[in-house]
């Protein structure tokens, strides 16, 4: 039987030089960002805030390019949140992935998200990232906040806050998504998917 | 005071001679069309347009320093009249929001503390001639001394002890020394007068306290051929600044004064044509956005530049007095008789006429939200002796969009007082007569005579109390390089420490955020790795 054999595309070029620049990025952000916040000492505190700034541009840049990309290839359509399944999903993390059960959730190009993954990226979406870019662009253009007419209703404290809390979210994401990574058909399948473009599939 | 002047001399010489020179030979460039332009301007003797030595109101012998004033005023007219409407004639200086009459001749320091009833010494630092008590009429216009400001030639000086005169005749100094100091050629220092340089300036400012560095710690005698690490504006072998380029001065009024400090300064670069006011302020040259990254101009609005860029005071092994002890003037030696003695590095470190005295160098400022103003107390305000007395309160506050934090030097003192009616004592210090504490040691007779010419009641009972004075810090600027990093202050236990009002990444932050947050990240850990082991756990059960 070949049919364990059987491959398809998941992730093109531009998707997985998204997926992975955007990955060094947030790690870079995240190491630099709490050494910022004064959580350690390892880069030097003026050489987290260049890296933090330079990284934030970049992949402030990268998205450009990525929101382009989404709605040219339609692939936006990945990210449309269902309820469908998601109860499947939550026993099979919670049990049947002890036991060895099938996945009830099967890839294909057309859904490349499994339905608890797709409500994890529009939390991401919707919540984690304005938290942290909406507090970042307040920390990064402090110096205008006169001239925008904000300084009235910001401190630094605040702001410092909230981009704080945002991180520890997107650090807490960036565990449970790299733990996951680990729960395909093999610890490093899903890996090697991101990076090749192709899932094998049973 | 005889410290200074001993000093002073060789220096004042050496300097006025070779700044000149100096000044223009490292910018010069071999450039066809603008070197012969160049060399017509650099030497200050050359830019002149007027030789002194030509002036037959100046080809005659001078007896006094009046008469050479008298000689000057022929020709400027308006001259006296403005130096005696500043501080250096007048030695008050207004506070423009409280009215408060602050200056050497209303405050008492914690250094030397008064002037009064000493005036025939300190006024060896008077920008006049004759001020010995409270008599001295300041409208005489023959009593302004140009020559303090203006000698180039090094020679002209004024020894404590002669009310603002330059010596006539040849005297011992200090008294029973053995050493001499010859009059000066009045004639000669009239026909070589000219801009001041960082020689006239310093000797007086690079000697307060009556020794080198004592009492600014940012002014003393090695900024007379500063290298660039000491000061990168007047550095001797690049930019060469003296103290006029920075404090510049229309009608004699020196800008830029401790007692009104520009401190937050906003806006651009102050350029030729302009019509407004050119503070002796970093920003008239640099604007409030100097630096090429925008993230360190965003400082400005709660930092003076003077915070980053002086990140110690007193670089050098000079120094500056840290404390001084009055309450242990008048203690004798073993022997009975007055003492001195100097702490390893030859400064002053105890004297029986004056108390005992901590020095520093490469001293990290202490820093203070500041808006320029200083209130001060002035001769006759109460105190409250079971506390440490603030000679001075800077003002300023984080919410003051006028305020920056800025460094100062806070000088501890320990000086008399007055037990019955709870002010600072005025003391009457130097002198020969019977009342003189450096003459005959009795603190209640000093004090009582002081008193007097202050016009204030002395109860007789007298005692010692802890006093603060707060310096701004702003001369010695350092090199770039030599700048506060970001961590200096953007850290636990940096700089900035006690400095509140102010959010600083990596100081602050919240700590049940923290807490919250790094517990939340600790249990995601735990169950990643719970769920992992459990995984692998059953995986190899179902191998079997």
Not at chain 1, 92 to 104: D, L, S
Not at chain 2, 69 to 94: M, P
Not at chain 2, 459 to 475: L, N, Q
Request: hydrophobic share 35%; aromatic share 10%.
């Amino acid at each position: 039987m070949n049919t364990a054999n059987r491959r398809i595309y998941l992730y093109s070029r531009y998707e997985r030089f998204w997926h992975w620049s955007q990955a060094a990025l947030v790690i870079l952000m995240m190491i630099s960002g709490f050494e910022v916040h004064g959580s350690y000492n390892l880069l030097g505190f003026g050489n987290a805030v260049n890296l933090h700034t330079v990284s934030a541009w970049t992949l402030l840049t990268l998205w450009a390019f990525t929101i382009f990309w989404q709605f040219t290839t339609d692939e936006w359509r990945q990210y449309i949140p269902t309820l469908k399944k998601v109860d499947a999903m939550v026993r099979y993390y919670a049990f049947g992935i002890f036991r060895n059960a099938p996945n009830p959730f099967q890839k294909t190009a057309a859904k490349k998200h499994n339905p608890l993954q797709r409500l994890a990226y529009l939390a991401l979406l919707s919540m984690v990232s304005p938290i942290i870019w909406g507090s970042g662009l307040f920390y990064l253009f402090y110096s205008s906040w006169k001239s925008l007419g904000v300084d009235a209703y910001l401190s630094l404290e605040a702001v410092a806050f909230i981009h704080t809390a945002g991180a520890f979210m997107m650090l807490i994401f960036f565990i449970a998504h790299v733990y996951l990574t680990t729960t395909g058909h093999t610890p490093t399948a899903h890996i090697k998917t991101m990076v090749t473009g192709w899932e094998e599939v049973d | 005071m005889l410290f200074r002047l001993k000093n002073i001399l060789p220096i004042v010489a050496a300097g006025a001679l070779m700044a000149a020179p100096a000044a223009f030979a490292a910018p010069a460039k071999p450039d066809a069309v603008t070197a012969p332009q160049l060399e017509t301007i650099v030497k200050q003797k050359d830019a002149t347009t007027a030789d002194h030595s030509k002036f037959k109101e100046l080809q005659r012998n001078f007896k006094t320093g009046p008469e050479v004033t008298q000689a000057c005023l022929t020709c400027h007219t308006e001259a006296a009249k403005q130096v005696q409407h500043t501080k250096h004639w007048t030695w008050e200086s207004l506070d423009p929001k409280t009215g408060q009459m602050r200056g050497k001749k209303n405050i008492i320091n914690n250094y030397c503390t008064s002037p009064i009833s000493n005036e025939k010494d300190c006024m060896a630092c008077h920008a006049g001639y004759g001020w010995k008590d409270n008599s001295f009429d300041f409208t005489v216009q023959k009593n302004v001394d140009c020559l303090i400001c203006h000698d180039t030639t090094g020679t002209y000086r004024k020894l404590p002890g002669y009310a603002g005169h330059p010596v006539y005749k040849r005297v011992e100094f200090p008294p029973k020394s053995g050493k001499f100091v010859e009059p000066a050629d009045l004639k000669k220092v009239a026909q070589n007068i000219g801009l001041p340089s960082r020689s006239n300036c310093g000797s007086c400012h690079f000697f307060g306290a009556g020794a080198n560095g004592a009492k600014h710690g940012d002014l003393d005698s090695s900024l007379q051929h500063p290298g660039k690490y000491l000061d990168v504006h007047m550095n001797e072998k690049g930019l060469n600044f003296t103290c006029v380029t920075c404090h510049a001065t229309t009608g004699h009024v020196v800008s830029g004064s401790r007692y009104n400090v520009a401190a937050a300064v906003r806006g651009p670069a102050h350029i030729r044509g302009k019509k407004d006011e050119s503070p002796a302020a970093c920003q008239s040259c640099h604007s409030d956005k100097p630096h090429h990254e925008s993230l360190l101009n965003q400082h400005t609005d709660k930092l003076a530049c003077q915070t980053c860029h002086i990140p110690q005071y007193a670089r050098d092994g000079i120094g500056t007095e840290a404390s001084w002890d009055w309450s242990q003037a008048t203690v004798m030696g073993p022997d009975g008789k007055p003492t001195a003695s100097k702490d390893s590095a030859g400064r002053r470190k105890f004297d029986t006429k004056k108390g005992t005295w901590e020095w520093d160098s490469y001293v990290i400022p202490e820093y203070r939200w500041y808006n320029g103003v200083s209130t001060y107390k002035v001769i006759g305000d109460k105190i409250d002796p079971t506390k440490t007395v603030q000679i001075n309160e800077v003002g300023g506050s984080p919410n003051d969009p006028d305020s920056r934090i800025w460094p100062t030097k806070v000088h501890r003192g320990k000086q008399p007082y007055d037990k019955v009616n709870n002010y600072l004592t005025v003391q009457h210090t130097a002198g020969e007569d019977a009342t003189a504490l450096w003459h005959n040691f009795d603190w209640k007779k000093a004090i009582g005579t002081g008193m007097k010419a202050a016009g204030l009641k002395f109860s007789g009972e007298y005692g010692f109390v802890d006093t603060e004075m707060t310096w701004p810090i702003t001369h010695m600027v350092a090199p770039k390089h030599d700048a506060l990093s970001c961590a200096q202050c953007h850290s636990k236990h940096g700089r900035l420490e006690g400095i509140e009002g102010v959010y600083l990444p990596s100081r602050d932050g919240s700590k049940w955020l923290d807490m919250a947050g790094w517990t939340l990240v600790l249990l995601s850990l735990i169950g990643v790795l719970v769920h992992g082991t459990l995984r692998i756990y059953t995986s190899k059960n179902k191998g079997h």
